[in-house]
């Protein structure tokens, strides 16, 4: 049986389009750090901020508290293998969380908040940065939680609360 050209053309495009959707089928989802990344975890009291420099100081935007009486701020900066992989900070002043993935590596950690207020837990829900190609992804949430509450920032791996990588919790942790 004779064959056209045409027909050998559409043949190998064929096979080479399923060999490409085989490969990008069993292609690996991106993996979780391991071992963990390192937590450095630095806290300001914002009674006497504005406060930054020293070790608030990073190689993309620095971080700088604002004053708030009562409050306590964190920072908790992400390590792997020497390279800075993100950092969480969160601001008592209009009580905001900020979340930064700062390496494309394809992989991103997850930062679980919530507080304590009136005797009663507030769960606030898990946020992690985008994941764009820019150089550093950064969210931003905003909440209101009540003057004084303690807040607790609980840091994973996986998106669904699972491996723990370090957390900032209770009195010892971040104060609205």
Same mark, same amino acid.
């Given at each position: 049986m004779r064959t056209s050209i045409g027909e050998r053309l559409t043949g190998l495009v064929t096979g080479a389009l399923l060999a490409v959707g085989a490969l990008c089928a069993t292609a690996p989802p991106a993996q979780a750090y391991d071992p963990d990344p390192s937590v450095s975890t630095h806290y300001r009291d914002? #009674?006497?901020?504005?406060?930054?420099? =020293? #070790?608030?100081? #990073?190689?993309?935007? =620095?971080?700088?508290?604002?004053?708030?009486?009562? =409050?306590?701020? $964190?920072?908790?900066?992400?390590?792997?293998?020497?390279?800075? $992989?993100?950092? $969480?900070?969160?601001?008592?002043? #209009?009580?905001k969380l900020w979340v930064y993935d700062t390496r494309n590596d394809g992989d991103t950690f997850y930062a679980a908040v919530g507080y304590s207020s009136g005797g009663t837990y507030h769960d606030l829900g898990t946020f992690s940065a985008p994941g764009t190609s820019e150089t550093v992804d950064l969210t931003v949430k905003d909440f209101d939680i009540p003057e004084g509450a303690y807040v607790d920032i609980t840091l994973y791996d996986g998106a669904g609360r699972t491996d723990y990588i370090a957390a900032a919790r209770g009195t010892g942790g971040a104060v609205a």
């Open positions: 914002t #009674d006497t901020c504005p406060c930054s420099g =020293g #070790d608030l100081t #990073d190689p993309f935007d =620095g971080t700088s508290f604002a004053y708030d009486a009562g =409050g306590t701020a $964190v920072k908790m900066e992400l390590s792997d293998a020497g390279w800075f $992989v993100g950092k $969480v900070e969160f601001h008592p002043y #209009d009580e």
